[in-house]
C-alpha cells in the first residue's frame, strides 16, 4: 500500500512539474518584451526595436526562447493550425532580435551578420523543434511550405530587423487573435507611404519589394488573394486617398513599380525614436 502511494505521489509530481514546464500558448513573456521595447511611430504604422532595451532583458528574451526551443516536434503536431502559425512567427521574430544581439551595437544592417557565401538568413543558430535551423528554414521551410498554412499575410509578420520591414507589434501574434492581428498588420502596412504609395497624377503604384520577392504567394488564391492587382485592390482604402484615386485601383489603371529596399536596422537608437 505504501509502495502504491509512493508511486502515486511520484506520478503526481511529475505531472505538476510538466504543467508548470508547459509551453504558453499566449505567449506572455514574448508580449512582455514587445511592450517594453518596441516603439511605433506616431502615425501607429511602422515600429522601432529598442535593441539596447532588449540587450538589457537579455536574461527575459534568453527564457522565451529556450521555451520555444523546448517545444517537441510531436507536441506543435498536436496543435491547431493558427497555434502553430503563430508559434512560427513569434519564434522567426525573436531569433531575429536574438541574431542582432549577437553583434549589438556594432550593425548597421542585420545584412552584416552575412558573408559571401552565407547569408545571416541561413545561419544555423536556431534549435526549433528538435532540429538545429536557420531563419530562412523557419519561414520557407516550415511557414511557407506548401499546404502547411497558405497565409500570404506572413509577409507583414515576419520581421527582418528592418527600416524597410513591416512593422514589428508591441504584442506576440496568438492563435485566438491571429487573423486580426494579420489583418492589422496588411492595413497598416499599406496605408504607409514610406513603403506603399499611389500616384494617381501619374497613375503609378509604387509599393514594397516584399510584392517583388513574394508575389507569388499572393497569386494562388489563398485566403482570397489570387493576384497582387487584387491585393492592392482589397487594400484599396489604405493605399488611396481619394475616390478618384481608389476609382484607379477599380478600374487597374495603373502601373507597378518596387521600391528600393531600406535594410538599416530599425533601431531606436541608430535612427531615432519614432
Known amino acids: ?7 502515486l505521489v511520484v506520478s ?10 508547459a509551453f504558453d500558448p499566449a505567449h506572455r513573456d514574448w508580449s512582455a518584451l514587445l511592450a517594453q521595447h518596441v516603439r511605433l511611430t506616431a502615425d501607429g504604422k511602422a515600429s522601432r526595436v529598442d535593441y539596447a532595451g532588449m540587450a538589457a532583458d537579455r536574461a527575459a528574451l534568453n527564457r522565451y526562447l529556450a521555451a520555444l526551443s523546448a517545444v517537441s516536434a510531436q507536441e506543435y503536431a498536436g496543435w491547431p493550425k493558427p497555434q502553430r502559425l503563430a508559434f512560427l512567427i ?6 531575429t532580435i536574438d541574431l542582432v544581439l549577437s553583434k549589438y551595437p556594432d550593425l548597421k544592417s542585420i545584412k552584416d551578420l552575412g558573408s559571401t557565401f552565407r547569408s545571416p538568413w541561413k545561419k544555423k543558430f536556431i534549435l526549433l523543434l528538435g532540429q538545429e535551423r536557420s531563419l530562412d528554414d523557419i519561414e520557407h521551410g516550415l511557414i511557407r511550405a506548401p499546404g502547411a498554412f497558405d497565409e500570404p499575410r506572413i509577409h507583414v509578420a515576419v520581421v527582418c530587423a528592418s527600416i524597410g520591414c513591416p512593422m514589428l507589434p508591441k504584442e506576440a501574434f496568438t492563435a485566438d487573435q491571429l487573423d486580426r492581428q494579420l489583418e492589422s498588420a496588411m492595413r497598416r502596412f499599406l496605408s504607409d507611404a514610406s513603403r506603399n504609395r499611389f500616384d494617381a497624377a501619374a497613375k503609378r503604384l509604387s509599393v514594397s519589394k516584399i510584392f517583388d520577392w513574394y508575389g507569388k504567394d499572393f497569386e494562388q488564391g489563398h485566403q482570397g488573394f489570387d493576384s497582387l492587382r487584387t491585393t492592392f485592390l482589397r487594400y484599396a482604402e489604405q493605399l488611396a486617398s481619394t475616390p478618384e484615386a481608389r476609382a484607379l485601383l477599380v478600374a487597374s489603371d495603373y502601373r507597378i513599380e518596387f521600391l528600393d529596399y531600406d ?10 525614436k519614432p
Do not use: E, T
Open 1 to 7: 500500500m505504501l509502495r502504491g502511494r509512493s508511486v
Open 12 to 21: 503526481l509530481l511529475s505531472l505538476l512539474g510538466s504543467w508548470a514546464h
Open 90 to 95: 513569434n519564434a522567426y521574430n525573436a531569433f
Open 263 to 272: 535594410w538599416r536596422l530599425n533601431d531606436v537608437a541608430r535612427n531615432g
